[in-house]
Each structure stands twice: as C-alpha cells, then as structure tokens.
C-alpha cells in the first residue's frame, strides 16, 4: 500500500511560529514541549491541508502571527498515493485564506482529493455529553473523510437553509418564495443524510474487523427527516407555517444528533468515564482511519493533541502499536518526551521551545 505522509513542512508568520521548516519521514512524529510552546499550532497548520477551517475552527486572521499581523504562509510536500502534491495555503493580512497546489490555485474542497487527515484534540473529550452542533460536527469530519464532495453539498445546503430562514423570519407567506429553495434544501439534505449514513456503515466494519485494544463504539444517527428527496421537499412544504412561527427551518440534517455506546458493556458514552470516553473516540479515529486505509488507499494524516491524556501506560502502547501497524504518520504532542517512549526508535521527535516570543522546533530524531 502506499503511503500518505508529509515530507516537508514550513510556517511563515503562523501563530506563535515566525519561521519554522520541518524534514521528516513517513514514520510517527512526536512534538513535546511546555504549555504555550506551540506544539498545538503546528498540528492546526496541518490540518489546514484538509478542507474546513481547521483542528481550532479559526478564522485565518486569527491564525497570523501578532503583533506584526503581516499574514501567514503554509507549505508542504505530500507524498500520497497519486505522487508528491505541493501545497501552499496563503493568508494576506488576515484575508481568507488561498491555496496552491502544484503551483496552481484550487478550491479547499480539492485538498480533500489528494489528502485525508483526522484528528482527536482536547476540546472533542466532551463530545459526548456537550450539545448536538459538536456530534454533527465530528460526524461531518469522518463523512468528508470518506467523501470529499460532502464539503459542497453541506454548503449548498447551508446556503439555501439561510436564504429560507431569512424569508421565514421576515414572515413571508407566499410559496412561490420558497419552492426553488425548499427544492434545493431537499436535494442537498437527502445527499448529506445519505452521506453520513454511508459513513456510520464505514466505521461500522472497520470495528467489526479490526483486533484492537481500545473498546468499541456503536453509533446511530437520529434525524427526523423523509429520506427521498420529494418526500423531504414535500416535509419542508408542509412544515412551512410550523416554521414561521419559530422563525426557521426545524426539519433536515442540520438538527440530526449522533449518539455513541460502549457496546461491550451496553452502556451510552455520555455516562461513561471520562477514561472510557476518551477510549471511544481514540477507537473511532482508529476505525475511521482503518477504513480510509481501504477505501482511499493509504492511512490518514493523524493529529492527535495532547493523546496522552486519560490514557495509562498500557493503553498509550497499545495506540502506538496500533499507529504503527496500520502505517499512518501519525503527530502527536505531549508535555515530556517520556510520554512516547514506548514508540522508541519508530517515531521521530520534535521539540519546540518558546523564548521572547519566539517558538523554535528542534529535530531530535
């Protein structure tokens, strides 16, 4: 199989990095460092070779190095199954951000043709027991995974959502308004139920045939929506004086909520420890990345923030066992180097330091 990792890696102006140029392998890459260094920010910056807006959700404003808030540059070398793609992602002075690949401009959904990446950081620990917005989020990033095109449709959808609920909130009754749009939400939200579900069977297998130390996770999607298209676009019809009472649209993907299960014990993940949790979501990204192995023909880019936590040491080995079996170059950060020493000679490591305002990386191996 071949592989799919980063050879090359710089930031100019991004967050707290000035200037910082990486050479690495195919094998893991381990980051330690103090709170504040700006392990994380690296991780952010690859992520950004995914569409979306990234691990952090930031605006590219928010993502250019203060005080001087010049703008920020990204490159990269891919090396994947198609060949070596060169990336470079471009924000000036805070505009949106644009991206080069192969030395020619492309659309952010075109990263997801060349490139996967996932990723578990701190914020996702409470996925399960914090609001519905964060599930569907996480379920959207597993889809997009699998499906590059989801980004498009999601948009499409969310755009005529938008153009609806302004007609439904300036309390506009005639239907000749909303039949193109309602047509369109009924399209797209049939596309990305589908889509998703197509996902969750995905994920499903995966577990099923993986050996894995980490326990298994049963996910069902709960939407109340039709299915078929005409039935959606006829839902949506029929709902519209139920709609302008609440001043939006309250059928379709967008209120869908993702629910999780321990499934050895029966038990749902928001009652679950926060160990167990954090179990579920480390076997999650590992089955997502199982089955991204075989449908996209090589593992995913692996992020993951801070993986340590709520992981003792036997569960930590068996993640790097498992990382490195399924040949992913996987970047991981931690405070102390001992945190990976049961990868040993299998990862690569990085320091990054932090001094006047300045991060600095240093390869160790």
Sequence with gaps: MAGLYLSHLTLSHFRSHK????????????????????????????????????????SAEDMTRRPEALGWKITALLQGPLGTSEIEIVSEKGAARQVRIDGKPAAQTALGRIARVLWLIPSMDRLWIEGADGRR?????????????????????????????????????????????????????????QNRCHA??????????????????????????????????????????????????????????????????????????????????????????????ADFGAPPLLLLDEVAAHLDATRRAALYDEIVALGAQAWMTGTEDGLFEALGSRAQSLLVTEADGLSAVTQKS
Aim: hydrophobic share 45%; proline share 4%.
């Design 19 to 58: 200037r910082a140029v990486l050479e690495v392998s195919a094998r893991p890459v381990t980051i330690h460092g103090n709170n504040g260094a700006g392990k994380t920010n690296i991780l952010e910056a690859i992520s950004l070779l995914s569409p979306g807006r990234g691990l952090r959700r930031a």
């Design 137 to 193: 989020r996480f379920l959207d990033r597993i889809t997009l995974s699998f499906l590059p095109d989801h980004a498009e449709i999601s948009l499409a959808y969310e755009k005529a959502m938008r153009e609806r609920n302004r007609l439904l909130k300036d309390m506009v009754r005639e239907p000749s308004w909303y039949a193109a749009l309602e047509a369109r939400m009924a399209e797209t939200g049939v596309a990305i139920h």
């Design 200 to 293: 969750l069977r995905a994920l499903a297998i995966a577990q099923d045939a993986a050996q894995t130390a980490f326990p298994a996770a049963t996910l069902t999607l709960e939407c109340d929506m039709p299915e078929e298209v005409e039935a959606m676009r006829a839902a949506l019809s029929d709902n519209r004086m139920r709609d302008l009472a609440a001043g939006r649209t309250l059928i379709g993907p967008h209120r869908a909520d993702l629910h999780g299960e321990y499934a050895a014990k029966g038990v749902p993940a928001r009652d679950c420890s926060t160990g167990e949790q954090k179990a579920l979501l480390v076997s999650l990204i590992l089955a997502n990345a199982r089955a991204l192995a």
